[in-house]
Nanobody, 116 residues
Framework: QVQLVESGGGLVQPGGSLRLSCAAS????????MSWYRQAPGKEREWVAGVSTAGRTTNYADSVKGRFTISRDNVKNTMYLQMNGLKPEDTAVYYCKTRWSGNDYWGQGTQVTVSS
């Protein structure tokens, strides 16, 4: 079965950095477009970034452009989100997502808290 497991979240001061990982299994990772989403308390889940199957094309929400970098390793079946210049408004639970065989699959999420 499809499994997505996020890791790497934590507490960081404003201006700091974190690297999130999403380990994938149960499907052909190299053939699946992958995305990061986040959900802040009291807000709807929002798309953050996406990466094409080979990793050559990346897309970002305006709110994170220039600060976050999405990437993937198709040998390790893992996607990453490098987050630099973190702001308090980046505080949220971060989820990875894929669409496979017509269904959407989500990880359990990892908490990112940006606070001094």
């Amino acid at each position: 079965q499809v499994q997505l497991v996020e890791s790497g979240g934590g507490l960081v001061q404003p201006g700091g950095s974190l690297r999130l990982s999403c380990a994938a299994s149960g499907f052909t990772f190299s053939r699946s477009y992958m995305s990061w989403y986040r959900q802040a308390p009291g807000k709807e889940r929002e798309w953050v970034a996406g990466v094409s199957t080979a990793g050559r094309t990346t897309n970002y929400a305006d709110s994170v452009k220039g600060r976050f970098t999405i990437s993937r390793d198709n040998v390790k079946n893992t996607m990453y989100l490098q987050m630099n210049g973190l702001k308090p408004e980046d505080t949220a639970v971060y989820y990875c997502k894929t669409r496979w065989s017509g269904n959407d699959y989500w990880g359990q999420g990892t908490q990112v808290t940006v606070s001094s």
